[in-house]
Structures are given as C-alpha cells and as structure tokens.
C-alpha cells in the first residue's frame, strides 16, 4: 500500500486533506460516525491525576473524561505513561493524587470495594492472560462462577455465546497454547465481556501479535465500537484510531498533551509534540 507521509512537525497537515494510514489488517469498511457525547456523569472521569515510582513522576495533573458509548483511543511514544494511566482506570496501579471516577464509583477511596469494581470493569492486557492449565471454556467461565456467582450451566452458556460473536466456537474444548496469538486474544475479549462490564479497557492489545493476526483482533473491537460499548484503549494502530474513536488522546512524558476529535488530531494536529509523532507513525 502506498502512503503519502503527512508534513514534518513544523507544519500541520493543510485543512480538507487528511494523512495516508498504514494498513493494518482491517477489514473494509466504512468510518464509524463519531458519537453525541451524553449528558449527565460520564462513565470515566480522570481528574487531575499524578502518580510517581518513588522519585519518578510518571503522570502528571491528568485530566480527560469518557462519555457512555464513547470510544477514546490513547496514544504516544513508548514511555509516555499512556499504559499506567490506563492502568490506573481500575487500580491495578495505584496513583497518589487526584482522582478517578467510574460509572459513578469513586477509584480512590477506602469504602470502594475494588474487586467489585474491576468486575465492572473489562480489562484486555497486552499478553492475553489466559490460564494455560484450563480449557477455553473454563477460561471464559471460571470468573463468572467465582466472582458474579453464576451456576456452571448459566456460565458455559454465556460464554460459548461470546466464543461464537468472536468466531472462535470450534475452539471451545481446547487449551490456550493450542490457538494462535489472534486467537488467544480475542478469547481473553471473550472473557472480558463474559462479566457485563461497563467499561472495556484494552492496553496495547495487539502490540505482541505477528502482523497477520493484527486485523482479526482490531475486526472484533470494531464490531463492540459499532455495537456501543464504551472503550478506553491505547494503542499504536492508528487506523483503527482513524475508523473507530470518538477522540483521540496523544500523551507524552506522563502528559495529556492533547485531547481532540479524531478529525482534529489527524487533520490539525494543535502541539509540534503531536505533529512530530504523527509525521513519524503514518509516514511508513
């Protein structure tokens, strides 16, 4: 595929001409139409958020917000603390000001029962993180017995429902190290929606496959974009941030550096920082 690099970091692409992306193994198809953000709390609201590794400042004054229904990709440079504050969503990293709010749910705040939020909370990793003792239907229902309560059969059932929305049903009687990296992945997607988040969190979900598994992943969040679900998600696919987000955040060195439409960022992009990166990503 040929692409033609947009202009260097001193100069924002001209206004009505938007850059070549990359080809990323997507399926065609059109741009999902940009959401209405809703009113009311948002579901994600980071407020002012800093966190430090002892003397390491690796997020500094956060702030951004996440309507319902509303997909925000994030991304940067490697390093950027785009991963930790993600992480910080559902307090897998703890973060020592500010504060995060989801669905109404305070983050930070000794009388919020955390388990009960990360069951709200769907998170896919960057490695998958089946257990590769299980088979792929215990996979999907061993969280669901354990931490909603569900009966084995409600549980099965509801988790072959899902195998087959990712198109993996013929896979449901084997293990973890007998699928593919796509595979694998979009079984632990499987799983996140098994537990009816409210949110779905992806970091980096497709950074540690080989190229050709990239696009059937990135098909799968496409289709839970088109079908609403709300989704926090850093990643370096940037068409998949051109087809499928409502806004784009680009952080760097621990900073939310800008905050745009998806338009905005990939036409007008306001800081060199941004200009800078995007020159570099969509060049090739």
Excluded at 73 to 83: D, E, N
Excluded at 153 to 162: I, Q, S, V, Y
Aim: proline share 7%.
């Amino acid at each position: 595929m040929t692409s033609t690099p947009i202009p260097g970091p001193d100069a924002p692409t001209p206004a009505g001409r938007e850059a070549t992306l990359p080809d990323d193994g997507l399926q065609q198809g059109p741009l999902i139409p940009p959401r209405t953000a809703t009113t009311g709390e948002p579901m994600i609201a980071i407020n002012a958020v800093s966190k430090w590794y002892g003397s390491f400042q690796v997020l500094t004054d956060c702030t951004t917000t996440v309507s319902k229904g509303e997909v925000v990709v994030v991304c940067g440079p490697s390093g950027s603390g785009k991963s930790t504050l993600i992480k910080c969503v559902n307090a897998l990293e703890p973060f020592q000001e500010g504060q995060i709010t989801v669905d109404g749910t305070k983050v930070k705040d000794r009388a919020t029962n955390l388990p009960k939020l990360r069951s709200r909370v769907g998170m896919v990793f960057q490695h998958f993180e089946l257990f590769p003792h299980l088979s792929i239907t215990d996979n999907l229902t061993l969280a669901q017995r354990k931490v909603l309560g569900r009966s084995p059969a409600d549980a099965e059932k509801r988790g072959l429902d899902l195998l087959a929305r990712v198109g993996l049903s013929d896979h449901a009687k084997k293990y973890p190290g007998q699928l593919s990296g796509g595979q694998q992945q979009r079984v632990a997607i499987a799983r996140a929606l098994a537990m009816d988040p409210v949110v779905m969190l992806f970091d980096e979900p497709t950074s540690a496959l080989d190229p050709e598994m990239v696009g059937e992943v990135l098909d799968v969040m496409v289709e839970l974009a088109r079908d609403g679900m709300t989704m926090m998600v850093v990643t370096h696919e940037m068409g998949f941030a051109r087809k499928v987000a409502d806004r784009v955040i680009f952080m760097d060195r621990g900073e939310i550096v800008e905050d745009a439409t998806k338009s905005d960022f990939f036409g007008q992009p306001r800081s060199p920082r941004a200009q800078h990166f995007l020159s570099k990503i969509l060049s090739h």
